[in-house]
């Protein structure tokens, strides 16, 4: 019926409208969502944590980025980012596997490679990534795609499936 439709039609502008899970905070700079978590953990547990949580550790490409995550984590002295060195690589990559365009490292270098060092925080104070071994604990924020960008493509092939089984390709 049309009030059925109109009903569906509803909620779905509603799930537009909320980008974000509870809890989480989206970025229009990136178009995702965030969330801090104040547990301290090591890199890899948050990493799994983030991953639970269909997203990565928060990966940084801009200065506008770089200071909404010092926003986001204010309260805490230093947190793990998604920057690290993965297997044999020789450089610094992302969790997400997004590129490795932005650097805030300290001094506004990177750091020469300490074998027991591979993974990234940031300095909350002052915005400033370190190297730090993978194993220490720090709080962390995750980072996924916002609810729009899923719900909008969720929609596509729900459509798209209906179409298809009315036209009789499947």
Same mark, same amino acid.
């Given at each position: ?18 980008? &974000?899970?509870?809890? @989480? ?7 995702? &969502?965030?969330? /801090? $978590? ?9 990493? $799994? ?8 550790? !928060? ?8 200071? $909404? ?10 947190? @793990?980012?998604?920057?690290?060195? /993965? ?17 805030? @490292?300290?001094?506004?270098? !990177? ?7 591979? &993974? ?9 990534? /370190? ?9 962390? !924020? ?18 798209? $499936? ?9």
């Amino acid at each position: 019926s049309s009030f059925s439709s109109l009903i569906v039609s509803k909620l779905f502008t509603v799930s537009l409208c909320a980008k &974000c899970d509870p809890g @989480w905070r989206y970025s229009p700079h990136s178009r995702k &969502c965030y969330k /801090f $978590f104040s547990k301290s953990v090591t890199w890899t547990e948050a990493e $799994f944590h983030c991953l639970i949580q269909k997203g990565h550790h !928060i990966s940084v490409h801009s200065s506008k980025e770089n200071k $909404f995550v010092k926003e986001i984590a204010r309260g805490a002295s230093e947190v @793990w980012i998604g920057s690290a060195k /993965f297997g044999s690589m020789s450089n610094y990559e992302w969790s997400d596997k997004t590129s490795f365009n932005f650097k805030g @490292w300290k001094n506004g270098k !990177i750091p020469v490679t300490k074998l027991i060092q591979p &993974c990234t925080k940031m300095n909350v104070t002052n915005g400033e990534w /370190f190297q730090s071994c993978c194993r220490k604990v720090a709080p962390y !924020i995750c980072q996924k795609d916002s609810q729009q960008a899923n719900q909008i493509y969720k929609h596509f092939l729900r459509h798209k $499936f209906k179409k298809q089984i009315n036209t009789g390709i499947l």
